[in-house]
Every structure is written in structure tokens, then in C-alpha cells.
């Protein structure tokens, strides 16, 4: 009998992808477990792999077609020597396809940062939010519920969200139009996930900023000191490694900024998960290093090198870049002298790491040479007060300028 | 036994002893202190007595228009202390009812006057006296306040408890006053003028306000005060009442109005003229707990500006209403248990007055509705359209509903008739709820109902009714 096979939905905040490949042909045999197609979300491809056997009878959305919603019936399987049907059959059960990676060994963490999606999972909402959100162009799953059981409600729909993803394009996006002396390149999943996410961070997050300047002469010492230990360079720690573990071991000594807002309540994390915004092609990913208060250099360096790897080939899983509770962007390689980073919602601080360089510092009544990086956190100012952001970045330039607890 | 409690609740009222009971279904070991007998104000004193009564004076009415149901009777008549003992026992037999409950739910009482008497460590003290002497001290870190409110005095008008009567003397006649003035006219002031009026006595309203039942939108407000003025009150409104001069057994006054100067001579006073919270000897003093005229500020969950210590009910502030208070002993009690109970939403809270017609309502009026800048779609249906209020002889009523013309939010309704009190819940669900005119018109109701007016109401606002 044939059955259509449906765009899956890769993660819990997917409400479209777009599909990316197929690789399997019309007429092609299917055994469960084989990758069939390739789905671009908003931040990773991930492989699709049939649950059933059959005959890819018919392809019903081509390669390269952007916002194609969840459950849209993507190609039909039929039996061997069954006629193939021109549409999708709606009434026959519809075969699920089974993604890997798989949603549901995201964290607890995440489960509440993430938005909820519409298609794929059972959103409680009042009749009267429903309608004001679709009045208003919100996405449902954008928006956080505060009633019980954490439906939405008015209340939650006057405070705003994200507006609703489009309706699937039947054709495909053209790649590049050129009109007059304007390229016009349309938008990736990535590009418009980012600007969604930023927008609504900038304007509904009331952001503040701290900077110190960090001298970072002993820390480099120590990196000499471990990187010469490692015998056929079996491990290669970076300054980012390092930071990593510094922001970890800060957040645990001054919890208050490893937080999230929400209107009921604040959340106090006991994990450190932190985000590292990591530049890829497309835009931006952030992958996530758990637990980094707890992890040893070495391990963080390596942890960091794969998931850097892998978000650049697009192949991260979802739980691997959702559900940090709190983000460090460095832009130390490029020179910089110092930045401010916009906070990645749900979140409550992101640390802004430049440049080292050499700069004349005074000592007592001295003018000394150190190697001195500025680091800026930015803040939620609803959940965390200036006092707090200034005492935790002491904390951590104290750690950053000791770094032997980096290693005890 | 252990001094130490998980939760003190001060007061035995609607708010009190709820709160204790859902404090004991959660597994705390809780005391409540009771001064004169559990239930509170609204038990013994207010809400249920009083529906007794109006039940009588019900009947009543309904004796004296029997042959309209095909019935005639002579020498009907009635026995006052005995309508008022009914009141009484049933009341006393619903305080029986709450000591029960809560022995059930294993939560400790205590006979006195509670007083909050500093901290040992982490909990506070609460120290118990009885006749002035003190019976025990007990500590908790959690203290509830629901010590409930009192008729207002106003100077010029204290109740004596013979010619100017308070709610209590008005809900324990020995004889029934022939020429009665009825000063407020919130629901306890309708409630009882309704009650002698059915009764038989000749009543008069004065209201300060330019309209009876302020709290009502203003058209159930009018509609209330031409179906009294029909059964025969005297309704004056815009009212300053001038001084009171008590003879041997009634009471001469001069009302003036807009309309003019009346000169009146009643044989009783009821004096219904607001409430003020109980918060006196509390041991608020050495406390950061505010007061604010006569109420304990309170936030969204019950907690006053002192860790540990709560207010709910009356004592918290308007509306003071029993099941605001139980409502609000609830989401306290959960709040401290470490749930997530939803704060209360006032414009949720219905308000009912038992008269006749009965009266409720939940929500915004039409007019504040329009001040709070909505654009609104108001539907109305009379129950004379309504087949079962006719069939049932009541076709006094009307049943109005506002709704947001945007988003079909139901903003308020409001309700006069026969058994409004038992249908304002609907409403009340879709507001709580957040229903939309949708999901009411696509609700059946039953048929033969009064609650149909219900649904008419709602298809008058957006496509119209079709009974009418």
C-alpha cells in the first residue's frame, strides 16, 4: 500500500527545512535505515532515514525547496509492483521517518530554553491566544506559557514572540537574482534564525555591559608550560580552551549569571553549560561544552576542536548547540581591541573576548609591558543587577590571571 | 505535642480554614487559631444565613401569587422566629461541618486570639491568648493572615443593635419591622432590603451613589432599580442621609437628594455602608507588614512585605468576597509548598447578590470596558424571550455580554434574573479559560433553560440572537 512519507520534524524548535538532497532516486529500493534524503534546518543538515522498506515511488518535493513544513508529505513509498500514485494519499497512514540525531535526549535545560514547536509536539494555548497570535503574525512556539501547566494565555501573546514561519514555497528559491547593480541573495534558514533570534534579543532583552581588562601573561605561561607536556602533540590547549574553563569555574563561584528570566520566575541552573559562538559559512552556530566547570582542559580542547569541526561541515545535533545557559564569543583572533556581543535568548550573559596584545600597564608608580585582553560581559538586566555582572567578571579575571585553579 | 508548625493560619473563615486544608492535602502539619467559631463572618454571619432568609422571603413572595400557578390558599402566613432559628441552625450546623473537615484533615485548632509575637530564628512566634491570658505560644515560618473584615461605622451612623442595626441584629429580627431604611446598597444592603421587602416591610434604599449596586454594570444597575421600585421599595439615590433621631422605637431622618428633601420616620435602620479589614492586634507593629486603610498589602501570591507572613481574604483587601478568600488560601497555601499556582485575576472574580431578582455579574462593564480602551461588541437578551423563564414565571431578567470586537475576548458579563447566581460560573469558565465568542457560540446548551439567555447574549453581540 503506498504511504507517504512526511518532513520530520530534526529538533523540538523545527517548524521548517529545507530539503537539501535527495539520495535516494524515483524507482529506487529503500530499506529501513537507509539515508534517503539530506534536510537543512536552521542550524545543521542532518540525514533522513527511512523506517520502512519499499520503492521510492515518488519524489513530491524537489532537492533545493526552502520552507517545507513539518509533516508535509515529502515523497510516497509504495510496495514492489504497486502503481504509483500521482499525489500524496492523505487517508493512508503516513510512515514518519526517523532522524538521527534524535530530539529527545535534549536536557532538561534546554527543554524549557527551547521555543515549543507547533507541529511536532502538543502546544496548550487558550482559544483567545491562538487567535490574537495568528491576528499578529506570532509563531506560537515562540512564545513562552505562563498559565497552568505552562499553556499560553493573552498575557503571553501581549508580551510578544516571533513571527510565524511561512507557508512552504512550491518552487525553488532561485539561488541568485541580479537586478541592476544589486545582487539579491535570499536569505538561508541560518540567516533568518539568526536575525529572528537577535532581533528579539536587542529589543526585548534590556542588555548592559561590563568590561575589564584581563592580563594574560601567566595564563599564556601555564599553556606553554601544559602544551610542551603533551607528548606527540596528543593535545594543543588554546587560550579559548582556557577561557572556557575560566567562564565555567566563574559561573560556579558567582551562580547569579548562570540564570535565565522568564516573567514567572528566574531559573538558577546548577550544570554550567556554556555556548561558544562559533562562525561558520552560513552565519553562526554555538555549540555547547556541558559541564565545563567540571572538565579538564584537555578534555574541553578536544571537545571544543570536534564540535568547532563539525558545526563548519553542518553536521552538529540538535541537542549538541541547544540549551547553554550561558555564551562566549571570542574574537581574539581577529585583532580586535574590544566588542560587545548581543545575549543569545534565552539566556541571561554572553562574554565578548578580544584580542590579547601588549600594552603598557602601570604597576605601583611603573610603567610595565603585560599581554592585556579586554573582555565585555553583556547582560539581561531583568534577571542580573550591574554589582553582580562586575563582581563576576573580577571573579573571573582573578581566575584568568591565577590560572593555576585551571588546573587544580 | 509540637510547638512548631509548618503553617500557621490566624482565622477560621472561608480563606482560613481553606487554606488549612489544603495546606494539611500537602502534607503540612498546620494550626489555625479561631477566635469565636470557624467559618467565619461568611458562615455564621453573612452568606449562608442570609440565604436562608431570602429563601423564606422567597416562598414567601411565591405564596402571595400562587393563583398565577393555579393555586389558592387562605390565611397564609408565617412564624419570623421560626424562619429566623432555620437561618440559625443551618448556619450552626455548617460550623459543625468545618471542625469536622478539619479534625479529618488532622490540622490542630486553637481556641484564642492569635497575635504575631517576633521571630525564634527562622520561624515566627504566634502567641495565643483567651480571656486576656496567654494559652500557648507557636512558631511556624509561614503565618497566614485571615483575620477577615467588619462592618464600617460611619460617625453618626454606629449601629446600637436595637434601632440601627448591623448585619448580624438584621439577620436576627424578633418582630419585622414595619417601615424600614436600608443605608447602602451594596450587595449586603440589596440583600437585606430585598429580604423585608418580600417579607412584607415597607422599605426604603438611600445610596450615596448616583445609582444602586455601583459595583454592577450601570444598565444592570437600572434594571435592578426598576424591578425593586416595581415590587414597591423606595430607592433614593445620590443620598445624604442627615442625622438619625432615635425615639423610644423608631428613628426619624431627613434624606436629601437631587429630588428633593424627604423627611422619614422608619422603625429600624440597617446600616450597610462598606467593611473594614480586621487588623488590629495583629503584632503587625513589629512587623515590615503594610497597611493600607484598614487592609494588609498583599502581591499576586499572598505575600506581605514580610517574609513568612501572608494575608488572603477580606483582611487583603477588596473584593470581599468568600470565595475570593478560599481562592486565595489555595494558591497562598501552594505558593509556600514550592507549586506554581496561577496568581488571581480579579476581573475573574464573580459577584453575585442573592436578591430577588438576583443579580451577578464577572468581568468589565460596558463602560469600562470602553475606558480601558477596548472596542467593544455588547449583545443583550431578555428573559422574557427565553422559554423556561417564562414557563418558570420569571421573565423578569436580562443577561448583557461585552465582548472585544477585535479579539472576541469576553470582557465582562452581567446578569439580572431569576438564578443568575448559579449560571454567572459559565461566564466565569470562559474567562478563565480565555474562551472567545467562538467557543461559546458553538457550546449546546440545554434546552428547556434559563441558561440559553446565555447563549443568545453572546449571538446577539456578533450575529445576532434567534429568539428575538
Known amino acids: 500500500m503506498a504511504t507517504d512519507i512526511l518532513m520530520p520534524a530534526l529538533s523540538p524548535t523545527m517548524t521548517e527545512g529545507k530539503l537539501a538532497r535527495w539520495l535516494k532516486k524515483e524507482g529506487d529500493k529503500v530499506s529501513a535505515g537507509d539515508v534517503i534524503a539530506e534536510i537543512e534546518t536552521d542550524k545543521a543538515t542532518m540525514e533522513v532515514e527511512a523506517v520502512d522498506e519499499g520503492i521510492l515511488g515518488r519524489i513530491l518535493v524537489q532537492e533545493g525547496v526552502e520552507g517545507v513544513a513539518v509533516n508535509t508529505p515529502i515523497a510516497i513509498l509504495v510496495e514492489e509492483g504497486e502503481d504509483v500514485p500521482d499525489a500524496s494519499t492523505a487517508q493512508t497512514p503516513a510512515v514518519a521517518l526517523a532522524a538521527e540525531p534524535v530530539a529527545a535526549s535534549i536536557p532538561p535545560a534546554s527543554t524549557k530554553a527551547a521555543p515549543k514547536d507547533e507541529s511536532s509536539e502538543r502546544i496548550f494555548v487558550s482559544p483567545l491566544a491562538k487567535r490574537m497570535a495568528k491576528d499578529r503574525g506570532i509563531a506560537l512556539g515562540s512564545l513562552n506559557g505562563t498559565g497552568p501547566n505552562g499553556r499560553i494565555l493573552k498575557r503571553d501573546v501581549e508580551k510578544g514572540g516571533n513571527a510565524a514561519p511561512v507557508a512552504p514555497k512550491t518552487t525553488p528559491a532561485t539561488p541568485v537574482a541580479t537586478d541592476g547593480d544589486v545582487k539579491r541573495v535570499p536569505n538561508s534558514t541560518m540567516r533568518k534564525v539568526i536575525a529572528r533570534r537577535l532581533t528579539e534579543s536587542k529589543t526585548q532583552v534590556p542588555h548592559f555591559y561590563v568590561s575589564v581588562d584581563i592580563e594574560l601573561d601567566a595564563l599564556l605561561a601555564l599553556r606553554s608550560k601544559l602544551n610542551a607536556t603533551a607528548e606527540d602533540n596528543s593535545f594543543k590547549i588554546s587560550v579559548n580552551d582556557m577561557m572556557i574553563k575560566a567562564v565555567g569555574l566563574a559561573l560556579k563561584k558567582q551562580p547569579g549569571l548562570n540564570v535565565q528570566f522568564t516573567d514567572a520566575e528566574t531559573l538558577h541552573f546548577e550544570n554550567v553549560d556554556i555556548s561558544m559562538a562559533v562562525s561558520i559559512p552560513e552565519g553562526l552556530i554555538t555549540p555547547i561544552i556541558r559541564n565545563a566547570d567540571q572538565k579538564s582542559l584537555r578534555e574541553i580542547s578536544r571537545e571544543a576542536k570536534d564540535l568547532a569541526k563539525r558545526a563548519r561541515a553542518g553536521k552538529l545535533k540538535p541537542e549538541e548547540f541547544q540549551g547553554g545557559t550561558f555564551s562566549i564569543s571570542n574574537m581574539g583572533m581577529f585583532g580586535v581591541r574590544d566588542f560587545a556581543a548581543i545575549i543569545n535568548p534565552p539566556q541571561a550573559g554572553i562574554l565578548a573576548i578580544a584580542s590579547g596584545e601588549k600594552r603598557a600597564v602601570v604597576r605601583g608608580d611603573q610603567l610595565a609591558i603585560a599581554t592585556v585582553m579586554t573582555a565585555t560581559l553583556s547582560v539581561d538586566h531583568r534577571a542580573v543587577d550591574g554589582a553582580l555582572g562586575a563582581q563576576w567578571l573580577n571573579a573571573l579575571r582573578d581566575i584568568v590571571q591565577n590560572p593555576y585553579t585551571l588546573v587544580v | ?468
Open chain 2, 1 to 468: 505535642m509540637s510547638d512548631t508548625f509548618d503553617l500557621i493560619v490566624v482565622g477560621g473563615g472561608p480563606g482560613g480554614y481553606v487554606a488549612a486544608l489544603r495546606a494539611s492535602q500537602l502534607g503540612m502539619s498546620v494550626a489555625i487559631v479561631e477566635s469565636t467559631h470557624f467559618g467565619g463572618v461568611c458562615l455564621n454571619w453573612g452568606c449562608i444565613p442570609t440565604k436562608a432568609l431570602l429563601r423564606s422571603s422567597e416562598i414567601h413572595h411565591l405564596l402571595h401569587d400562587l393563583g398565577t400557578f393555579g393555586f389558592s390558599a387562605e390565611n397564609v402566613s408565617f412564624d419570623l422566629p421560626k424562619i429566623v432559628a432555620r437561618s440559625r441552625g443551618i448556619a450552626r450546623r455548617m460550623g459543625g461541618g468545618i471542625a469536622h473537615l478539619l479534625k479529618k484533615a488532622k490540622v490542630t485548632t486553637f481556641d484564642g486570639r492569635a497575635k504575631l509575637a517576633g521571630r525564634a530564628g527562622e520561624a515566627h512566634k504566634v502567641s495565643i491568648t483567651k480571656d486576656g491570658a496567654e494559652v500557648a505560644v507557636i512558631k511556624s515560618p509561614n503565618v497566614i493572615l485571615a483575620t477577615g473584615a467588619r462592618g464600617r461605622q460611619l460617625p453618626g451612623l454606629e449601629t446600637d443593635g436595637k434601632l440601627i442595626w448591623g448585619a448580624r441584629e438584621a439577620m436576627t429580627p424578633t418582630e419585622l419591622p414595619k417601615r424600614l431604611l436600608v443605608i447602602g446598597s451594596g450587595a449586603i444592603g440589596i440583600e437585606f432590603a430585598s429580604f423585608y421587602r418580600n417579607m412584607g416591610s415597607e422599605v426604603t434604599i438611600a445610596e450615596v451613589a448616583d445609582r444602586i449596586l455601583i459595583a454592577e454594570d450601570p444598565e444592570i444597575s437600572a434594571a435592578a432599580r426598576k424591578a425593586f421600585e416595581k415590587q414597591g421599595m423606595k430607592i433614593i439615590t445620590g443620598a445624604k442621609v442627615g442625622p438619625l433621631q432615635k425615639g423610644e422605637n423608631e428613628v426619624s431622618t431627613t434624606i436629601e437628594s437631587a429630588s428633593g428633601t424627604v423627611d422619614l420616620t422608619v422603625d429600624r435602620v440597617i446600616c450597610a455602608v462598606g467593611i473594614v479589614g480586621n487588623v488590629e492586634d495583629l503584632g503587625l507593629e513589629g512587623t515590615k507588614v503594610q497597611v493600607d486603610r484598614t487592609h494588609i498589602v498583599t502581591d499576586g501570591f499572598c505575600r506581605t512585605a514580610e517574609p513568612g507572613i501572608y494575608a488572603i481574604g477580606d483582611v487583603a483587601g477588596a473584593p470581599w468576597l468568600a470565595h475570593k478568600a478560599s481562592h486565595e488560601g489555595i494558591l497562598c497555601v501552594e505558593k509556600i509548598a514550592g507549586r506554581s499556582p496561577q496568581p488571581l485575576h480579579a476581573l475573574n472574580i464573580p459577584g453575585c447578590t442573592y436578591s430577588r431578582p438576583q443579580i451577578a455579574s464577572v468581568g468589565l462593564s460596558e463602560e469600562k470596558a470602553i475606558a480601558a480602551g477596548h472596542k467593544v461588541r455588547v449583545g443583550r437578551f431578555p428573559f422574557m424571550a427565553n422559554g423556561k423563564a417564562v414557563a418558570m414565571g420569571e421573565t423578569e431578567g436580562m443577561v448583557k455580554t461585552v465582548f472585544d470586537a477585535t479579539t472576541g475576548e469576553l470582557l465582562g458579563a452581567h446578569m439580572i434574573g431569576a438564578e443568575v447566581t448559579e449560571m454567572i460560573q459559565g461566564y466565569v469558565i470562559a474567562r478563565t479559560g480565555e474562551l472567545t465568542e467562538a467557543e461559546l457560540i458553538e457550546t449546546v446548551f440545554p434546552h428547556p433553560t434559563i441558561s440559553e439567555t446565555m447563549h443568545e447574549a453572546t449571538l446577539a453581540a456578533f450575529d445576532g440572537p434567534l429568539h428575538i
